[in-house]
């Protein structure tokens, strides 16, 4: 019985990709470049060198993977079952989402999300192809399950994706997502020859598919602002580099980490706590000196902690359960709102909040001022350090941290951290993975510098002489001519203007 596949021959921009002997290929492609068509030929005829390039008309089997369910489901429905529904010799598993030749090889279509399946496939497996491989943990799926799965029969790849400089769902040695996408990593190590010549990158856009008018191409172009990342990435497929698209696009380590020392006794002290189980808790120590400079004295992060844990952890840290004499006293301590919301969800608790927990063990926080737009600018202005003048002269950002192991990880997250597509006034969410990574050290942060305006409010203060005026720090100018006086303990920093009380145990402050 022979089988008649409706296939649509490869596009002329395609042909060099089918034709390349690379057992490993990776196609840089933006939107309307013809991947689905290319791939479809690649699954069923095979494409390069024999036998490296051999398709399911060979008698192999080939695995079609998709970022996520959704997808795999559209590349099923839309692509697959058309061409293949009610042809002669070709049996459509829905259940499977698998397609049949007789007498030759299968096609799985499969989804990321269950990524390990594709080791069951079989001894027949030839290729694997992976669609919006810059969406996807393509570092795990590669090395960890199709990179081994193709040994037995010198399997190809064939990864096709837009670009992607935001992370992908992969995490670093430091336990931070990864950025940029793995996918990113791969295109660039073909073309600095770090691969060798079983890999080769190809690249291409919209314009080089002769089936669609130019003017149809521009007019999609239009949609974009000149200046959006999206436009580069997503009908460009560019490499994008230097911060496009990140949220806080200054961070640098050589400059926001700085050596630890002492904190000053006089330096106005501050916390913020956003509260996490599965995902990772955050406290941060927070500090600023006379001049307005935060910083970041040291965190506390962990996770799959019970309150009565977190606590404990937090009042050690504080000094109060110590007895080397040393005790850090916060003005204020901020947090989440998730500590008076998620009374459902806190385990451990039935009914009382997480709020009124932490206030019975000493720890009482204030509620964070979480506007995700101010919280963003406020956070962007405290880490800016290059001057914005003609000269662009390197300045000093007015938020830096000490050297510590957690510390470090906060840098790390806020280095990542990526403007929302949709929302770019806005950091966008990036979730943990298996608990790792996260952007949580992101909202403690940024709940904790909305907390104090950018300049400190300084109380006039007299000098440590046993004679001299009296100094009004903030303006820098004495407001008292010089008189005889005793001497006074050194200057402070007078926290900002905080009125009411916490008063119940809801968190409500009364005036």
Same mark, same amino acid.
């Given at each position: ?29 933006? +939107? ?33 993977v998709a970022p996520d369910y959704p997808?795999?489901? #559209? ?99 430091? =336990? ?16 600095? =020859? ?47 580099r230097g911060g496009v698209g990140l ?67 937090? @009042? ?15 003005? #204020? ?30 720890? *009482? ?14 956070? +962007? ?11 662009? *002269? ?43 990574? =996260? ?12 907390? @104090? ?29 010089? @008189?005889?006086?005793?001497? *006074?303990?050194?200057?402070?920093? *007078?926290?900002?203007?905080? @009125? ?12």
């Open positions: 019985m022979t089988a008649e596949i409706r296939m649509a021959e490869p596009l002329s921009h395609q042909q060099p990709i089918i034709d390349s002997t690379a057992r490993h290929k990776v196609v840089r492609a933006g +939107r309307r470049f013809g991947k689905t068509r290319l791939a479809w030929w690649c699954a069923v005829m095979g494409h390069g060198a024999q036998p490296q390039g051999h398709g399911m008309i060979d008698g192999y089997d080939v695995a079609w997808q795999a489901r #559209l590349i099923w429905t839309e692509d697959i079952k058309p061409r293949c529904k009610g042809v002669e010799g070709v049996t459509l598993n829905e259940t499977e989402h698998t397609v049949t030749i007789e007498d030759h090889g299968t096609l799985w279509i499969r989804s990321a999300e269950v990524i390990d399946g594709i080791r069951g496939i079989g001894k027949r497996l030839g290729g694997v192809i992976v669609d919006e491989a810059a969406k996807l943990d393509l570092e795990y799926a590669h090395r960890a399950v199709i990179r081994p799965a193709l040994m037995d029969n010198q399997g190809w790849t064939l990864y096709m994706s837009t670009t992607n400089q935001g992370e992908d769902g992969g995490i670093d040695e430091n =336990g931070a997502r990864r950025t940029p996408s793995y996918f990113n990593q791969l295109c660039e190590e073909i073309r600095d =020859g770090k691969r060798g010549e079983e890999w080769e990158e190809f690249h291409g856009t919209a314009f080089d598919n002769a089936r669609l008018l130019r003017s149809e191409i521009e007019a999609l172009i239009a949609e974009y602002d000149s200046d959006d990342p999206r436009l580069d990435e997503e009908i460009y497929a560019k490499l994008l949220a806080l696009p200054q961070m640098s380590k050589d400059v926001h980490i700085i050596p630890q020392r002492l904190v000053p006794a006089h330096w106005y002290r501050w916390a913020a706590f956003d509260w996490g189980y599965d995902h990772p808790y955050v406290f941060a120590d927070l500090a600023m000196d006379e001049d307005g400079n935060a910083y970041l004295v040291d965190s506390l992060i962990n996770r799959q902690q019970e309150p009565e844990e977190i606590a404990a952890a937090i @009042r050690a840290y504080l000094g109060s359960d110590s007895d080397n004499g040393h005790r850090i006293r916060p003005k #204020l301590m901020i947090a989440g709102l998730d500590l008076w919301h998620n009374q459902t969800r806190a385990r451990g608790l039935q009914g009382p909040t997480l709020f009124e927990y932490f206030n019975s063990r000493g720890l *009482t926080f204030i509620r964070a001022d979480i506007d995700p737009v101010q919280g963003l600018s406020n956070l +962007r202005r405290y880490t800016a350090w290059r001057e914005t003048g003609k000269d662009r *002269t390197p300045g000093v950002p007015k938020l830096r941290m000490f050297d510590t192991p957690n510390n470090l990880k906060v840098f790390a997250c806020l280095a990542a951290m990526r403007l929302d597509p949709k929302k770019l006034e806005q950091a966008a969410r990036l979730d943990a993975v298996d608990g790792r990574g =996260g952007d949580d050290p992101f909202a403690c942060l940024r709940y904790g510098m909305m907390a @104090r305006p950018i300049t400190p409010k300084l109380a006039p203060q007299r000098n440590t002489e046993t004679r001299g005026p009296l100094v009004d720090f903030s303006r820098k100018e004495v407001i008292r001519p010089d @008189r005889p006086q005793a001497p *006074t303990r050194a200057p402070r920093v *007078t926290p900002a203007p905080y @009125r009411g009380r916490v008063t119940n145990t809801n968190g409500m402050r009364e005036g």
